[in-house]
């Protein structure tokens, strides 16, 4: 079992999250969250006083997958989601130690 | 014969067939009357009076209790309902102050805000009615300070009769008591937004009850009042209030900023580091509201419902909001290279307070222009004082302080009538000093007995937790 998150643009998850239906991927959790990489942040004013805002609106996106669905998966996020401009975001993989599903209590692959 | 029929036909359920109808109808009701009068005139004709008079004998009555100003009685009604409007437009403002100070303020100050807000209007009232009402009109004085009691039954003794105020003052007692009622608590509200998300609540809350409660009354006794500017030579025309009202709470707000610092981390060895607003949609809701309630700031200052003057007022009112507006916007695009939202919203109260000394007395283009040069105004004004390190987070100083002087200095200028610069500037530099002197030192006291400003800790954490342990959105 692996955990993927990916950091996307905001406005790219709707067709993210149709592409991850279309292959298969049951459910999802989204957070709104801020952040930067080597995109840095862009200048705003106010009453004539500029100020830099380092930090951008991103969305975070965890999925929980079997091992064999994780290529399928961050292969769809990053076509989905790639618009070639700087700050489309990055994806990691993490392992699942453990995965419990609360209504039933299964364990495992069957919990996902 | 057969043509008229035909006719006759042909038109059908026509008009007049329905006029014929009705007339012998109403004929026939008043012919048993007629009938009666013949036969019994006396006891027939008390009756009919009676049963027909009825509702006429009450109204009869009301005019008769105006006693030698009966024949008045409808411009006064009509007057006296416009009035009590324009009291509720202007408590209305208190709606839109608290709406646009708490929008450019951080979110984590907006309870502190708003609960400033509610307290100012309350108390605003309540000491007017105390002693703010008949120290603001003593009646005959030295024409600087006569200390005034509460209000009691201002209907009393002909005050709920035309005789109250004439043409001049067309209201009852109640109605002059609460229209100038909503007017001076918003003395404390201009200063309230100017002093956001530093000051002390209990420290401010005593301020506001002596700038409100005496401060206020006294500067204007010295004008509406009947005092020292109303009786100089060409005396001081302030229609509704530009020095009075705005001048006096903008001036006192930079008293009261200059002894309580700025926020703490705007102005850095780097220059301004800005502390943008939190909701402009509630900012701008905020000035839409004012806008509205200023109708009745200034339309309920002609104080009577004479058509011509309502008319121009209103007329005026609009286009120096609206030629406000535009010079802000204009010159803050210049200047800062982007339209900035928060200018155009206060360049449209520059324009408002612009207008508000001289709005029954001036022509359109005098509107226009005065708006125009208020919303410049205000942009420069805004951006000096954030470089002189004075820090305003609504721009209450330079619209209301700076503006309101502009506005009164108008009045010489475009003004159609007996004006002279020289009262207006002595006017609007008195009363400006007045409110800034009493709001220095009472603040200054103030600081050294109790302090006015929160702990860093506690401007870090918000006003909201530190002051209050609430939070305005919940969470």
């Avoid at chain 1, 996020?77 to 618009?83: C, E, G, H, K, R």
């Avoid at chain 2, 026939?28 to 009919?48: I, N, Q």
């Avoid at chain 2, 005019?63 to 009604?77: K, V």
Wanted: aromatic share 12%; charged share 15%.
């Amino acid at each position: 079992m692996k955990l993927i998150k990916a950091i996307i643009k905001p406005f790219k998850l709707e067709e993210v999250k149709d592409a991850l239906s279309e292959i298969g991927v049951e459910g999802m959790t989204v957070s709104e969250v801020k952040g930067f990489g080597r995109q840095k942040g862009h200048t705003e004013i106010y009453r004539g006083s500029e100020y830099t805002v380092d930090f951008l609106p991103k969305v975070k996106l965890e999925i929980a997958v079997t091992d064999d669905l994780v290529s399928k998966v961050v292969d769809a996020i990053v076509n989905a989601s790639q618009t070639g401009k700087i700050g489309d975001g990055k994806v990691f993989i993490l392992p699942i130690e453990e995965a419990v599903r609360i209504r039933t209590g299964e364990k495992g692959d069957t919990a996902l | 014969m057969n043509t008229k029929y035909a006719s006759i036909n042909s038109i059908g359920a026509a008009p007049w067939k329905f006029l014929l109808l009705a007339a012998t109808l109403l004929f026939s009701y008043a012919l048993p009357a007629h009938a009666d009068d013949h036969e019994e005139p006396a006891a027939a004709t008390e009756e009919v009076a009676e049963e027909e008079a009825g509702p006429v004998d009450d109204y009869m009555e009301l005019l008769e209790a105006q006693g030698e100003y009966a024949p008045a009685y409808d411009f006064f009604t009509t007057s006296m309902l416009w009035t009590v409007i324009a009291a509720a437009l202007v408590f209305l403002m208190h709606l839109g102050f608290a709406t646009l100070e708490s929008g450019l303020c951080q979110q984590k100050n907006v309870v502190n805000v708003l609960f400033k807000n509610v307290f100012i209007i309350s108390i605003g009232v309540i000491t007017y009615a105390f002693f703010g009402f008949n120290t603001h009109y003593p009646g005959d004085f030295n024409g600087w300070f006569s200390w005034g009691g509460m209000i009691g039954d201002l209907n009393a003794e002909g005050g709920n009769t035309w005789g109250y105020g004439g043409l001049g003052l067309a209201m009852t007692g109640f109605g002059d008591f609460i229209f100038q009622a909503m007017f001076a608590a918003t003395g404390a509200t201009i200063v309230s937004g100017a002093v956001a998300e530093r000051v002390k609540l209990s420290s401010f809350m005593i301020f506001a009850v002596l700038f409100v409660g005496v401060a206020y009354p006294v500067a204007g006794s010295w004008h509406w009042g009947g005092g020292y500017l109303a009786s100089l030579e060409i005396p001081f025309k302030d229609f509704a209030g530009s020095t009075v009202v705005h001048a006096f709470g903008g001036f006192g707000a930079l008293a009261c900023v200059m002894v309580l610092g700025p926020r703490k981390g705007k102005y850095t060895e780097n220059g301004i580091k800005p502390i943008p607003a939190h909701s402009f949609p509630l900012a701008a809701i905020g000035v839409f509201l004012l806008m509205f309630g200023w109708y009745g700031f200034n339309g309920g200052s002609v104080l009577s419902a004479e058509p011509s003057a309502l008319g121009l007022v209103f007329t005026t009112t609009t286009l120096g909001a609206c030629a406000g507006a535009i010079g802000a916007i204009v010159v803050s695009w210049v200047m800062l290279k982007k339209p900035d939202l928060s200018m155009a919203l206060n360049g449209l109260l520059a324009g408002l307070v612009g207008i508000t000394a001289n709005a029954d007395v001036i022509s359109v283009s005098g509107a226009l222009i005065i708006g125009l040069i208020a919303g410049g105004i205000v942009v420069v004004s805004i951006i000096f004082l954030d470089k002189s390190k004075i820090d305003d987070p609504v721009g209450a100083i330079s619209v209301h302080g700076v503006c309101g002087i502009w506005g009164t200095i108008a009045v010489a200028i475009f003004g159609d009538g007996d004006f002279s610069m020289a009262t207006q500037i002595k006017g609007a530099l008195l009363v400006s000093a007045f409110a800034f002197i009493f709001a220095y030192v009472v603040f200054s006291v103030l600081k050294a007995l109790m302090g006015v400003r929160v702990s860093e800790e506690e401007e870090e954490r918000g006003l909201d937790i530190s002051e209050h342990g609430q939070e305005a959105y919940g969470s």
